[in-house]
């Protein structure tokens, strides 16, 4: 199934959103003007002849002197409101830009994870009746940060309770993004949206299990899908324990992550302050010999 190219254009547009506001290009301009109008302020305060003058030498640099003085305060007030409203305004654009492209994204990703989920479904062979309940489903986090619940009971139907489910990044060129509500706190570190992932489902049969892996790329919309029948008598328990376990961030992704992401005062002292405490683990690691720890924000 192929997907207009814009559509997919916009998802790559969203992961490599840029959310820096870069100093404006009339600012050059405003601090000539700025430096100028000093300039013309000192040498008319300077040469300006008064009756009331003191008959001191260089009285008269001096009062160019506090003229430049009173206007270099004065522009500088009027050209930092002009950036305050320029941010705001560049900010608001972006911000309904980000909302676009999000939505697009959160849409393109909802469909793509069903086009899997089915592309496995119909590769087992297999129609609800024939699979068994699971105990003690962990819930994906990929799909609670797309599907609300109703969405998952119309999507997913009886399957909801009767396979394992999980969504990881697949690849080198992983693109990351936080949703519009994502903060950096906690462990919810990278907790939003990612392509190309990797959709892993287990069936469960009477006699077997069908495990099935779909490798999406959101950027062309392409899949690849492979199925793997366990068969219960090959394996000596079938009791299966689920755990969490986080996935080490290579440097470069994380830097590039970073690069990209507005922070405020809190949460630059947040990462400060995690980094420089990973840094000294690293050095004390390093004078006893021992296994460096892996980086933050796993």
Known sequence: MSDRVSERSLIRAFFNFDEIIERPRWMSFAQLIQLGVILAGFIWASVR????????????????????????VATSIIIFIAQLIYKAIVRLARNRRRAHLEKVTKAKLKSDYRRALKALLAASGLKPGQLSTVDRAEPCQFEQSLFSDAELDAFLGPLRDQTFRAVTPHGTQVKFAGSGKHHLSGQNFFDGYYGPFRVTCVFFTPDAFIIGECICDPFTGDLQKRIR????????????????????????????WLDNRRLDQEEHHRIRTILAKHKNTQATARRYGQNLPALPFA
């Open 49 to 72: 002849e008064r009756e009331d003058r003191p008959d001191v030498t260089g009285y008269n640099l001096l009062e160019g002197l506090l003229a430049a003085c009173i206007l270099l």
């Open 229 to 256: 029948t366990v068969l219960r008598s090959s394996i000596q328990t079938a009791d299966f324990r689920t755990h969490l376990r986080t996935v080490p961030i290579s440097q470069p992704i994380l830097d590039d």
